[in-house]
């Protein structure tokens, strides 16, 4: 698919004249990758995990939020590719408009990819359409490694796949920073705060 075309699942489905999410652009592959992950009070709370792959952020709504717990099995559902400047977007999605709510950066920093086959790294891209990838997060929330998985999908349903906590050092059943750090890690505020400033 063309750069230009990268995006456009996420142009239309905004009206940029009323939200004030980013237009974004699909921008080149940078030398250590992002994740974000931004807290999302919409219709139904959630928490956005986002992956810099390809020149955009690949993407997945996760109810529950990630766990540092490797017996959890936390459901994602794939959503469309991002801009990458959305890494950076905290404000709130107007009335009436697609995913109309407060959004926070709850998390962000640099990933590494961990996906192997035969020993060796498969690019991000690739482990994506095979429905498997591994990457250890640097993040100032969530650190070490994670797998992203596809489940095989049921009678007419979407898409769904499942984060894990991989079994590492950086593993704890006994942290659970959704609950504990609700807050941003750009500003220190809480979707709530955003909410509340909004009303
Ligand atoms: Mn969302």
Redesign the pocket.
């Known amino acids: 698919m063309a750069r230009s075309d990268a995006l456009g699942r996420y142009r239309s489905k905004r009206d940029f004249a009323r939200t004030p999410e980013p237009k974004g652009r699909a921008g080149r592959r940078r030398k250590a990758p992002r994740f974000v992950i ?1 807290k ?1 009070d ?1 219709t139904s709370l ?1 928490y ?1 995990f986002r992956l810099e792959a390809g020149g955009v952020l690949k993407s997945w ?1 996760i109810p529950k939020g990630p766990s540092t717990n490797p017996r959890d099995k936390r459901l994602a559902m794939p ?1 469309e590719d991002h801009p990458l400047e959305y890494g950076r977007f905290e404000g709130v999605i107007p009335e009436g408009e697609y ?1 109309a709510g407060p ?1 926070i950066v709850w998390d962000r920093g640099t990933y590494r990819n961990l996906t192997t086959r035969d020993g060796d790294e498969v690019p991000v891209e690739q482990a994506l359409e095979h429905g498997h990838v591994k990457v250890w997060l640097e993040g100032e929330k969530l650190s070490g490694g994670y797998a992203l998985t596809r489940t095989p999908i049921g009678g007419g349903g979407r898409e769904k796949w499942l984060l894990v906590k991989l079994a590492d050092d950086a593993a704890d059943a006994r942290r659970n920073p959704v609950r504990t750090q609700p807050e941003s890690v750009l500003s220190g505020r809480t979707v709530e705060d955003l909410a509340a400033g909004a009303g």
């Open positions: 931004q999302h919409a959630h956005d709504a959503t995913g959004v």
